[in-house]
């Protein structure tokens, strides 16, 4: 039950809404692209940047080879792994802690939104974190068994979880902290020693190579902000007081008498605080810290949990049977009232920065055959890239090299005098930008495209979709309108995750209360005014539902063509290389 129970679970949560309304950010789209590769181009790619993705990638293109199955079979891997990932979490739970804490840690692991989040990205992050799992388990039997089994399994898993991304290496830092709080005898260091050793020795070539990428791969990133910091904070605080809670206030933590709540505190605690705490202090001098690298440090606070609802059953199993089931009622409603909206949401286009199919519905309803493209600034040209059907009946005004060919994510762009004449010989450009209140690239293409566009051209229609804005723009007396044009919105809202979460939870009162009414007519308009009451309360008094039946309306006006999303279902391109930006990791 602690393995096989966590692990459907898993499965079923990730394949419910795995197509996230049919949407797909921007990430994720430099894994489709990159993965539509031949092998020979990704070598040249992974030779200029990303090359710390190189083998998610590779095992992304078997995939597409085996099943082009579109945006199901993009994120089907993290789905797997996720699964995989809560079938560890369990079993080291079980092992430690008990069965019922064991099951306990592995659906505590599958209901965090930020797994669900990345159960459903077409990225690496849930397959580091079912390799870093497992590799902690191999860990646990090594210290343990003493075997050598146990060591080998372990430096294998860990080695793959490295070469998946190489900051999984930071959770040798977690496992040394494990091991000086539990006291292990010296033929125990001198083991893990060895195996940390190969594992380094084996991830120095991407170590270097990626770290030859790092100013082009996370010069974007800046230091730690004050959020990061209060987030990193507030989880590690939760994960001290459910350590102190399961070791019953002893002031340091050791195994003594072989309590398993105090042996589960010293593996997981470091879990959660070492591997992002170390990434983070690194990051104030070189800024490296993204959340997601570490994602796989959420298996310590998924641990602590379980152990601590076990401990609270325990407690529970001496009350009276109508004392136990108010608990087990009252406990039901407060996880649904909490997770509910963060799975809605997390399934759903406003979780993610941008959504490429949003930018490519819209690109192609406002451009003509004649129109030229701009992408401002170049690294945007991602958002196109997936859709060839859209992108390859344009003309792109800027590109003087593909992507495929010049071995890059965005391609080559012309200098700026080329691209300022591109400009100028055409009379209608489509722009696509990103919203107001971004800082403005400053190298000299980049201005070039501005300043052209300001003195030749104005703006004759503008969309705005989730993350991004398609500006059309024409010479003057060709826009057939005398007014400036304000911004036509299209789906998505704003781009906030709070205001998200308000709306995702009322719309999962609102569901619930329709399909509770729906055979009470009469009663049915007073429960909607509840709901509506209670959206308010959630910080939305004036917008609608985000998934309500008008939103959905026009969430589908988004969408593709039935041809076009098809085609690219079936992996189909024409006239434009796959490529696209990843610079965001």
């Known amino acids: 039950m602690p393995v096989l129970l966590p692990a459907v679970v898993a499965l079923g949560s990730g394949w419910w809404g795995i197509d996230r309304q049919n949407s797909m950010w ?17 070598w040249d790619l992974l030779g200029t940047i990303d090359a710390v993705h190189g083998l998610y990638y590779v095992l992304m293109h078997v995939v597409f080879a085996l099943w082009d199955g579109g945006p199901a079979a993009l994120r ?68 343990t068994a003493g075997g050598g089994r146990g060591w080998a399994a372990y430096a ?57 990428q790092a100013d082009q791969q996370l010069g974007w990133l800046g230091r730690p902000g004050l959020a990061a910091w209060l987030r990193f904070l507030a989880t590690s605080s939760a994960g001290v007081l459910l350590s102190r809670f399961l070791v019953r206030g002893a002031a340091r933590m050791t195994v003594r008498g072989g309590d398993r709540g105090t042996l589960l505190a010293c593996l997981a605690l470091p879990m959660l605080v070492a591997p992002a705490g170390v990434l983070m202090t690194f990051s104030l001098v070189r800024p490296w810290y993204v959340e997601r690298y570490v994602l796989y440090g959420m298996v310590g606070l998924a641990l602590l949990a379980g152990a601590a609802l076990d401990r609270l059953a325990g407690l529970r199993d001496g009350l009276a049977p ?61 958002w196109l890239l997936s859709y060839p059907s859209v992108y390859g009946r344009l003309e792109d005004l800027a590109l003087a090299e593909s992507p495929a060919a010049s071995g890059t994510l965005q391609g080559v762009e012309l200098p700026a005098e080329m691209i300022r004449q591109n400009i100028l010989a055409h009379d209608r450009i489509v722009a696509l930008t990103d919203l107001p209140g971004q800082p403005l690239d400053t190298v000299v293409e980049e201005a070039v495209k501005r300043r052209a566009l300001a003195s030749h051209f104005r703006p004759c229609e503008r969309v705005r979709v989730r993350g991004a804005r398609v ?95 098809t085609s690219v279902r079936r992996g189909t391109a024409g006239g434009k290389e796959h490529a696209a930006d990843s610079l965001s990791g």
């Open 471 to 565: 500006i059309v723009y024409a010479r003057a007396g060709n826009c057939g309108s005398g007014s400036e044009p304000p911004d036509a919105s299209i789906g998505g809202g704003p781009d906030r995750i709070g205001p998200a979460y308000a709306r995702a939870g009322g719309h999962a009162l609102r569901t619930i209360l329709r399909h509770a009414c729906s055979r009470v007519h009469p009663w049915r308009r007073s429960l909607m005014s509840a709901g509506g009451y209670a959206r308010m309360l959630a910080g939305d008094p004036v917008g609608a539902f985000a998934g309500g039946p008008d939103e959905h309306a026009r969430a589908r006006r988004l969408q593709l063509s039935r041809a076009e999303a």
């Open 76 to 143: 089907l891997p993290s789905v797997l792994a996720t699964a995989v990932a809560a079938a560890g979490v369990g079993a080291i739970g079980a092992g430690l802690a008990g069965r019922r804490a064991g099951a306990f840690a592995g659906l505590v692991f599958v209901a965090l939104p930020v797994t669900q989040h990345y159960a459903q990205e077409g990225r690496s992050y849930a397959l580091v974190s079912a390799a870093v799992v497992w590799a902690t388990y191999f860990f646990l039997r090594g210290v």
């Open 156 to 212: 294998l898993t860990l080695g793959l979880a490295c070469w998946l991304h190489e900051f999984a290496v930071l959770v040798l830092v977690a496992h040394g902290l494990t091991l000086w709080l539990v006291r292990v005898p010296s033929r125990v260091w001198r083991r893990w020693g060895i195996v940390s050793a190969v594992v380094l020795v084996t991830v120095l070539p991407l170590a270097v190579v990626s770290a030859g």
């Open 322 to 382: 109508v004392a136990r089931m108010l608990i087990v009622l009252v406990s039901a409603v407060v996880v649904l009232l909490v997770l509910v909206p963060w799975s809605m949401l997390v399934r759903s286009p406003e979780s993610r920065k941008d959504d490429v199919v949003a930018v490519a519905q819209a690109v192609g309803r406002v451009a003509g055959p004649d129109d030229g493209l701009l992408f401002m600034p170049a690294r945007r040209r991602e």
């Open 26 to 42: 921007r990430d994720e789209s430099v894994t489709y692209q990159v993965a539509h590769r031949s092998l020979g181009d990704l």
